[in-house]
């Protein structure tokens, strides 16, 4: 069974810093990988989808990198700020259509 | 809409009350999805449908949760006799194909409190 974590569970930064947020998953055979972004009380925003042969994608201050081989993702914010607070969350498909299986995200908070 | 429209956005049932959840996907979507999130954890599947197929339903909980998509646009959850573990927000996604290149949208939720 397919297994995703996040670290850290929680980040608080001061505005400007660059950060990144990590995404690991048990099993390497994925289909994509993709980070979104949860405000409070509000649906998830997809923010950047990786295909499994693509090593990364970038939008914006935001570039997202992947690693099969090794089950590991990476989330990095530029310049990062306040507005840039919310949940950030990785899931990963195992086939084209199937179901996303979700880490429990990082809390993340810039602070003006 | 332009977006995956839920309703309701808030719902307080009594234990043991069956609600029925509604989701409007983007139109022409072929794909919907419902996840159920817990509070602090990520979404956790419950089932997908392709047009009015049910392709997957294996991560419903227990038989006391059904979904459907009879013409293949709008679907509904149901709970029967609602649990307090049911209490959950409850997130439908939508995309345009099967989810393969394309970005899938998620609404923004119906938040059951069973009471």
């Known amino acids: 069974k397919q297994e995703v974590t996040q670290i850290p569970a929680a980040l608080s930064v001061p505005e400007g810093e660059n950060l990144v947020l990590n995404c690991s998953f048990t099993?390497?055979?994925?289909?994509?990988l993709q980070w979104f972004r949860q405000d409070p009380g509000k649906g998830l925003t997809s923010l950047l989808l990786?295909?499994?042969?693509?090593r990364e994608q970038t939008s914006g201050r935001l570039n997202a990198s992947l690693d099969k081989s090794s089950g590991r993702s990476t989330l990095y914010i530029a310049a990062s700020q306040p507005g840039d607070s919310a949940t950030y969350l990785c899931a990963v498909g195992k086939t084209s259509g199937s179901r996303l299986t979700f880490g429990e995200g990082t809390q993340l908070t810039v602070n003006p | 809409g332009a977006g995956v429209s839920q309703s309701p956005r808030y719902k307080v049932a009594k234990r043991g009350q069956d609600v029925a959840l509604r989701c409007d996907p983007i139109?022409?979507?072929?794909?919907l999805f419902w996840y159920q999130q817990a509070l602090g954890q990520g979404p956790e599947f419950l089932t997908y449908?392709?047009?009015?197929?049910?392709?997957?339903k294996s991560g419903l909980p227990s038989d006391r949760f059904f979904a459907e998509r009879p013409e293949g646009s709008v679907s509904t959850l149901k709970i029967q006799r609602t649990q307090q573990e049911d209490s959950a927000v409850y997130l439908c996604?939508?995309?345009?194909?099967?989810?393969?290149?394309?970005?899938?949208?998620f609404g923004e939720g119906s938040w059951l409190t069973v009471v």
């Open positions: 449908f392709q047009n009015e197929a049910q392709l997957d």
């Open positions: 099993d390497s055979a994925i289909y994509n």
């Open positions: 996604a939508s995309s345009s194909t099967l989810f393969d290149r394309n970005t899938i949208y």
């Open positions: 990786i295909q499994s042969s693509q």
């Open positions: 139109s022409g979507h072929v794909s």
